[in-house]
């Protein structure tokens, strides 16, 4: 699998995300919610990608960048799925469930902030918290 799929897998074991965004595609998305999203959801996508070379070619890992935004009708309830993503990453390097990944920790977390006016007549509301992975290719 793509370190992508295996980032959402990770992200839908969540407990409190399996909870609180139940769902045929368990209300974790790629890029963008689709239309018919219900809150609560969460958006992933990859930020940027560093890697290593060396006079013979790429050397591994990479260093991976992923956001993920969770958005909610409640500002409350977005922080507090934004905590527990952080909290999962936040673990050791044997209880990460992504294979390729050698460590991941959250590096940066802000509110998220959508000028769509779908979103401000709905009054969604977001956290994003960015993960930094070093992977194997």
């Not at 790629?30 to 006079?55: D, G, I, K, N």
């Not at 309830?77 to 673990?91: I, K, S």
């Not at 990460?96 to 009054?123: C, G, K, N, T, W």
Request: proline residues 9%; glycine residues 4%.
């Amino acid at each position: 699998m793509s370190l992508e799929a295996d980032f959402r897998s990770f992200l839908t074991a969540i407990p409190a995300v399996a909870a609180a965004a139940p769902g045929p595609a368990g209300q974790v998305y790629p890029l963008f919610a689709p239309e018919q999203a219900v809150t609560p959801y969460l958006v992933y996508r990859r930020l940027s990608t560093a890697r290593t070379f060396s006079h013979d070619g790429p050397v591994n890992p990479t260093t991976v960048v992923m956001r993920v935004t969770c958005w909610s009708k409640s500002y409350e309830q977005a922080v507090a799925l934004a905590a527990a993503v952080t909290a999962a990453v936040g673990v050791p390097r044997e209880a990460i469930a992504i294979s390729s990944v050698q460590f991941m920790r959250p590096v940066d977390e802000s509110d998220a902030f959508e000028p769509s006016p779908e979103l401000l007549e709905q009054q969604y509301f977001g956290r994003q918290i960015d993960i930094s992975l070093r992977h194997n290719e």
